[in-house]
């Protein structure tokens, strides 16, 4: 992520594309393993285990993650498309900085429902 914060700072040009693509591959790559490596045992299994009434929450994060990665698909596509990058390079900027933070605050309501389950489960703010 550090690496694409620092390409969005660079000049619009065909090398900050070039490097854009290659930043973008890269997540589009290592993004579904991290997904999987979630999903295996089912996705947020042990807050379900023990908040099985919470599963409409877990469900939301779920659909929010599968959205993330459509959209960074989309992104990439868009950072490849055919017009000079000069030309669309605001309107990337803007959306790569939008999936960004929309990543960081998933990841940040995911960290938050399994931090609460713990909290829960052993007492703490009781």
Same mark, same amino acid.
């Given at each position: ?33 991290? %997904? ?48 000079? %990058? ?31 389950? %713990? ?8």
């Amino acid at each position: 992520m550090g690496d694409l914060r620092d390409l969005l700072e660079e000049p619009a040009d065909d090398m900050t594309r070039k490097w854009l693509r290659a930043v973008l591959d890269a997540l589009l790559e290592t993004l579904p393993r991290e %997904f999987e490596l979630q999903d295996a045992g089912g996705y947020l299994s042990e807050v379900l285990e023990q908040y099985p009434n919470w599963y409409n929450q877990v469900d939301l994060l779920h659909q929010e993650q599968q959205a993330l990665y459509a959209k960074l698909r989309r992104l990439r596509e868009q950072v490849a498309c055919e017009v000079p %990058f000069a030309e669309v390079a605001d309107q990337v900027r803007r959306d790569l900085r939008d999936w960004m933070a929309s990543l960081t605050a998933h990841h940040r309501h995911e960290r938050r429902i399994i931090q609460t389950t %713990f909290n829960l489960e052993v007492g703490v703010g009781d």
